[in-house]
């Protein structure tokens, strides 16, 4: 019930295309699903969240969708660049600001150029 | 400071020896947290640290780990007769009252051998 499962573990996107990376959770007391972005030697870094009141939202090239009935959300990065290259981690927690978030996996992307 | 600080970056430690991590959160920060990522894995949620209350310790693998949090800053991660099998990045995050966002430091990475 804890668990966040993130599919694909690896992806790989040519420069201007749309990656796409999945999660699922179990836990329906789970409310606010932030998204991670990590580069290698550094410390994963919020992207951009959502809570289940509303079923997307966006900021920039990057969308969260949200699925509340299915118990899945996502994040669309859409015309990917290379700078985009690096390893995402979707969480979820219960609604309080200070409580402990469970990641999924992780998903390492590589936009080609 | 600007940022979560944590030494040492890097650790080599020999197998059975003791080592102790040291996370400086960003001042005002009213929660910690210690995460462990293992090699292409998730990060595993170790403990946390919310103000005067008791931490969180459900997440910690065994009774070698142990942590604290002195004056409500510094935190310090012990690893007592490490294994090769605690060789991984620790990570460690604060967050404010009026933020969503956990802030992560860069990480330790312990390596046993």
């Known amino acids: 019930q804890q668990q966040v499962k993130q599919s694909p573990q690896s992806l790989i996107v040519q420069k201007g295309g749309i990656s796409i990376i999945n999660c699922a959770y179990e836990?329906?007391?789970?409310?606010?699903f932030p998204w991670y972005q990590q580069f290698p030697g550094k410390g994963p870094a919020l992207l951009i969240a959502i809570r289940p009141d509303v079923s997307e939202k966006k900021e920039g090239r990057f969308t969260i969708s949200f699925n509340k009935s299915a118990k899945q959300f996502s994040l669309h990065i859409m015309d990917s660049q290379p700078g985009d290259s690096a390893t995402y981690f979707c969480a979820a927690r219960k609604w309080s600001n200070t409580g402990k978030l469970i990641f999924g996996q992780g998903t390492t992307l590589q936009v080609k150029p | 400071g600007a940022g979560v600080s944590q030494s040492p970056s890097n650790k080599v430690t020999e197998k059975g020896k003791d080592v102790e991590l040291r996370c400086d959160p960003i001042?005002?920060?009213?929660?910690l947290y210690w995460y462990r990522q293992s090699l292409g894995q998730g990060l595993e949620f170790l403990i946390y640290?919310?103000?005067?209350?008791?931490?969180?310790k459900s997440g910690l693998p065994s009774d070698r780990f142990s942590a604290e949090r002195t004056g409500g800053s510094v935190s310090t991660l012990t690893i007592q007769r490490t294994q090769q099998e605690d060789s991984a990045v620790y990570l460690c995050a604060s967050i404010s009252r009026d933020s969503d966002g956990y802030t992560f430091g860069s990480g330790t990475r312990l390596t046993v051998v």
């Open positions: 001042s005002g920060h009213t929660a």
């Open positions: 836990n329906t007391a789970f409310d606010y």
């Open positions: 640290f919310q103000g005067n209350s008791a931490p969180d």
